[in-house]
């Protein structure tokens, strides 16, 4: 089992950043993939990044550039940083954990953050 807190949402400006964390109640070193998603009204939701238990990365050509993911195993945490952030930015944001103990796999999800990219 893993609950994961998110924090560090909030109202920002076009142009300007804001640093998610995604904090987990256990130990993330073996965590296999850990990211964060979100969803905006009245769409599915989609992945923003992920980054692997060696922090292998990954996100789509529209947050590339603009958006870093990163992990500290110490704090048992992960990361965003979103940089020239964009109105059409603006959703929830979850974050998740994929966990495979053998040949068993589990999916994780945080409760979620807000984040609002208005003017």
């Known amino acids: 089992q893993v609950q994961l807190v998110e924090s560090g949402g909030g109202l920002v400006q076009p142009g300007g950043s804001l640093r998610l964390s995604c904090a987990a109640s256990?130990?993330?070193?073996?965590?296999?993939?850990m990211g964060w998603y979100r969803q905006a009204p009245g769409k599915q939701r989609e992945l923003v990044a992920d980054?692997?238990?060696?922090?292998?990365?990954n996100s789509p050509d529209s947050v590339k550039g603009r958006f870093t993911i990163s992990r500290d195993n110490t704090k048992n945490t992960i990361y965003l940083q979103m940089n020239s952030l964009k109105p059409e930015d603006t959703a929830v944001y979850y974050c998740?954990?994929?966990?495979?103990?053998?040949?068993?796999?589990?999916?994780?999800w945080g409760q979620g953050t807000q984040v609002t990219v208005s003017s």
């Open positions: 980054i692997t238990s060696s922090r292998s990365t």
């Open positions: 256990r130990s993330i070193f073996s965590i296999n993939v």
């Open positions: 998740n954990a994929l966990y495979c103990s053998g040949d068993k796999c589990n999916n994780y």
